[in-house]
């Protein structure tokens, strides 16, 4: 797939590498009911994302916005720099562990 990424995860065990894939990417792969707006803040209901802003590099008056992985939820993915804008996250999602954070997002937990 195109942007898979790879990376060890926080509190890894193995010290091994993992790969990653986009939000976009991964919720495509398991057909799930989510776009990744819903999807976004179905994790940010769950503590799991947050919104954040930078000023716009074009409109000093206005924002942009972003979303970013909280420290709850490292434990699904990580936090990478966005190669459009250094100054925002992107968040990458661990493959292995996408199937529990689904679990987590249908049934109204988090983890």
Not at 45 to 64: C, F, T, Y
């Amino acid at each position: 797939m195109i942007g898979d990424t790879i990376d060890a995860p926080e509190g890894s065990l193995t010290g091994s590498s993992e790969v990653t894939h986009s939000f976009t990417e991964l919720l495509l792969l398991h057909g799930k009911p989510y776009t990744a707006q819903s999807g976004y803040r179905r994790l940010q209901l769950l503590g799991l994302a947050e919104r954040k802003s930078r000023p716009s590099s074009k409109h000093p008056d206005k924002e942009k916005l972003f979303w970013s992985l909280t420290e709850k939820g490292l434990q699904f993915g990580k936090n990478l720099t966005d190669p459009n804008n250094p100054r925002q996250t992107q968040p990458h999602f661990y493959d292995n562990q996408f199937p529990r954070l689904l679990g987590v997002m249908m049934n109204g937990i988090a983890a």
